[in-house]
């Protein structure tokens, strides 16, 4: 997953979009779907922006609070969504509480421990959670991709299934 920064040239407003590649950002500028949450200008660029470059794993990023907090906190992990969201699915982190942060940090630190245990099976998620359910393959914990009508079918055929809260970078797609 790509975020940038974006600027509208018509006010000015800056923002930030989530893309799957540069190639997604180009192509949904050409067709006018890239527009401007404050004036829903179509005049977007991409602003100037400084490179997202990991941490090492042994380095634990801060979050310095109005409290002065000093407790580490897991970096984000970075990965394509399955799908680019849609207008109004972002939001800028430099405009969020630093406590909202600090939340869908430990949030996204709790989801990449519990994926640790799990399995990818890609766009077969449903046909394998229903594999396992109804016994025709090995018991284990496993996450992939699923559309919302596969997940809502799973889940009325009494198959228990959860959204994840961030998307996952497929083990061939990421870094």
Known sequence: MIVYDLECRAGG?????????SDDFAQQSQRGLVTCPECDSGDI????????VGRKGNQARTIETPA????????????PPETTPSRGDTVSSRKLPAEAVEMM???ASMQTE???????VGKDFAENA???????????????QATIEEAQDLLEEGIEVAPLPFPVAPPDKAN
């Open 130 to 144: 229903r594999a396992i359910h109804y016994g025709e393959r090995e018991e284990e914990i496993i996450h992939g």
């Open 13 to 21: 407003h800056l923002f930030e979009g989530w893309f799957g590649s």
């Open 45 to 52: 660029v991409k602003a100037v922006m400084a490179p997202a």
């Open 68 to 79: 002065a907090s000093s407790q580490p906190a897991a970096a984000l992990p970075v990965a």
């Open 114 to 120: 519990a994926l640790k245990q799990s399995k990818w």
């Open 105 to 107: 940090e430990k949030l």
